[in-house]
């Protein structure tokens, strides 16, 4: 069945860079696009970033554009998200989720059939 | 702040019928799919409705999802203490250029 799995969260210092991976297994990776959400403790959803089944399209939040970036490696069915100068205020658990539309790239379409169990960013020094 | 506007809490007994509500605006809601997510204690959520009023396989008929304008709705029918949990709306936003949620409504079954 379909997994995802981040990894690379941790304990960071304010101003410090950190790189998350999302892992993809169970169906066709290269033909889905992948995001990521974020949830802050005791707070609801953030969309952050997102990138397109073949990698040529990038979706980024207003509140992370210029600090982050995503990438994806179909080869390696994986998905990173780059995030620079981290603040207090990232700290968060941080899903990646899996678009659901194969090849989508239709923006009122992308919507997430299945997410990772998350992974703690916790930003402090 | 979140973009999408849903109440931040609701509850019924078993069996009764609950409806959460979620608000938008011309550029999310008004031109754009809702979706809908359920989001149990301690675990990532899951997806219970797609394109406004669709339900994934797996997902009880209990559960429906309507939309009228810049407007939508989640109902539950035939509560049961399982539906505990939180619910979020998201959509497309054209102007953001991105997905927004709804802030959250946490759903309390007495």
């Known amino acids: 069945q379909v997994q995802l799995v981040e990894s690379g969260g941790g304990v960071v210092q304010p101003g410090r860079s950190l790189r998350l991976s999302c892992s993809g297994s169970?169906?066709?990776?290269?033909?889905?696009?992948i995001h990521w959400v974020r949830q802050a403790p005791g707070k609801g959803l953030e969309w952050l970033a997102g990138v397109s089944f073949d990698g040529n399209v990038e979706y980024y939040a207003d509140s992370v554009k210029g600090r982050c970036s995503i990438s994806r490696d179909n080869s390696k069915d994986t998905v990173v998200l780059q995030m620079n100068s981290l603040r207090v205020e990232d700290t968060a658990v941080y899903f990646c989720a899996k678009s659901a539309i194969f090849r989508g790239l239709k923006k009122s379409l992308i919507y997430f059939d299945n997410w990772g169990p998350g992974t703690l960013v916790a930003v402090s020094s | 702040q979140s973009v999408l506007t849903q109440p931040p809490s609701a509850s019924g007994t078993p069996g009764q019928r609950v409806t959460i509500s979620c608000s938008g605006g011309?550029?999310?809601?008004?031109?754009?799919?809702v979706y809908w997510y359920q989001q149990l204690p301690g675990t990532a959520p899951k997806l219970l409705i797609y394109?406004?009023?669709q339900r994934p396989s797996g997902v009880p008929d209990r559960f429906s999802g309507s939309k009228s304008g810049t407007s939508a709705s989640l109902t539950i029918t035939g509560l049961r203490s399982e539906d505990e949990a939180d619910y979020y709306c998201a959509s497309w936003d054209d102007s953001l250029s991105g997905v927004v949620f709804g802030g959250g409504a946490k759903l309390t079954v007495l």
């Open positions: 169970g169906y066709l990776f290269s033909s889905f696009g």
């Open positions: 011309s550029s999310n809601i008004g031109t754009n799919h």
């Open positions: 394109r406004n009023n």
